[in-house]
């Protein structure tokens, strides 16, 4: 014999009916919670066409990405250990605004923000290095 799906419950007669009053906690949360946001494949792309051209420089080491509930976060490093040099944030609640896309330095300064992603990302085009 074969057992019902989950959330519902078998007659003494064989007929299948859903089960009243029992839910399960889980599938409740996560249907309440909205997918994360995430970064769409030619927004990855544009990124990591930077991030390449970074690390070919010696300039980049590591990446992560964040796909969080408001916004999505890839983040750069000289070293995995540290803090990451720039974040570049996709905040979708800011779209109607400044723009969702931002770059931010590590000590939390925006430094470029705006709808086009690719024109975002022309701020590492300069030379982003710390004076000696």
């Known amino acids: ?9 078998r007659e003494s007669d064989g007929q299948e009916r859903p089960a009243s009053g029992v839910v399960d906690l889980t599938l409740y949360r996560q249907s309440l ?3 994360p946001v995430t970064f769409h494949r030619l927004e990855l792309d544009a ?3 930077i991030y390449g051209r970074m690390v070919g420089e010696g300039e980049w080491r590591d990446y992560a990405i964040d796909h969080l509930k408001d916004k999505a976060v890839f983040s750069v490093f000289k070293r995995s250990g ?4 720039y974040r570049i944030e996709k905040d979708p609640k ?3 605004k400044q723009g969702a896309f931002s770059v931010v330095a590590t000590d939390g ?9 690719k024109q975002v990302l022309k701020v590492f085009d300069k030379a982003l290095k710390a004076l000696d």
Do not use: F, N, S, V
């Open 1 to 9: 014999m074969t057992e019902p799906p989950e959330g519902q419950r």
């Open 82 to 85: 540290e803090y990451p040099l």
């Open 109 to 117: 300064r925006i430094l470029k923000r705006g709808h086009d992603l």
């Open 47 to 49: 990124i990591l066409w």
């Open 33 to 35: 919670d909205p997918l």
């Open 94 to 96: 800011l779209a109607a």
